[in-house]
């Protein structure tokens, strides 16, 4: 029963670089997110893709892309990484119409 | 465009006291709405869900909400707290535009005191 794993789960990163972040599901989603968690700012939406072959922007998408690279997987990249408190990134997925989404473990990302 | 409020970002209780987590949303369609948990360094995990059925809905652990559309509210309840459900709690709502796409509150940190 692995549901939705991220890799890695733990990111140090200096200022400008970047990173990409792969998370994979087995439960045969169509749905498959990015959030961001920031200290006091909830989950914010960064990527989602509704479907293989398909990618749209959220609420945060500025500095990121994403590539779905099969029903199983989907990729984040980080272009340039900015000095900030250390942000938690998770990947998600879900079934069809009103259901519950699933998540992974979290990357937890520090910048010095 | 979909929204959700949680009151309060942490709320403390005695262990054995009374839990009220507040959530009210926004939507322009009936909503779903959801609660789930987030136990120290760990990933989100459901707790339940409103999907338009029973306006009390019963989750995991003992935890309930009740959907409100008079009040556009989903409180969570627990008359019992135990040390164990110390964690972030956050609300979420969906439907909006048909898509589904989880809008998340900005959490609630329950602190439960011996």
């Known amino acids: 029963n692995a549901g939705v794993t991220q890799t890695p789960k733990f990111q140090v990163l200096k200022t400008g670089q970047s990173m990409t972040l792969q998370c994979a599901q087995d439960?045969?989603?169509?749905?498959m997110y990015w959030y961001r968690q920031d200290p006091g700012m909830g989950l914010r939406l960064i990527y989602y893709s509704a479907s293989e072959g398909t990618t749209d922007k959220g609420e945060v998408p500025n500095g990121y892309n994403v590539s779905r690279l099969n029903k199983r997987e989907f990729s984040l990249r980080l272009e340039s990484a900015a000095p900030s408190p250390t942000s938690v990134y998770f990947c998600a997925s879900s079934g069809s119409g009103a259901v519950e989404a699933f998540f992974g473990q979290g990357t937890r990302l520090t910048v010095v | 465009a979909q929204s959700v409020t949680q009151l309060g970002s942490h709320v403390s209780v005695s262990e054995g006291a009374l839990v009220l987590l507040r959530c009210n949303y926004s939507?322009?369609?009936?909503?779903?709405l959801f609660w789930y948990v987030q136990y120290p360094n760990q990933g989100l995990q459901l707790l339940l869900k409103y999907t338009s059925a029973a306006t009390l809905v019963k989750g995991i652990n003992g935890f309930e909400a009740e959907f409100k559309k008079s009040e556009t509210s989903f409180h969570l309840t627990k008359p019992s707290a135990h040390m164990s459900d110390a964690a972030e709690y956050f609300c979420?709502?969906?439907?909006?535009?048909?898509?589904?796409?989880?809008?998340f509150g900005r959490g609630t940190s329950l602190i439960v005191h011996p």
């Open positions: 439960m045969n989603h169509n749905s």
């Open positions: 979420a709502v969906t439907g909006e535009g048909g898509s589904y796409i989880p809008t």
């Open positions: 939507s322009s369609v009936p909503p779903y």
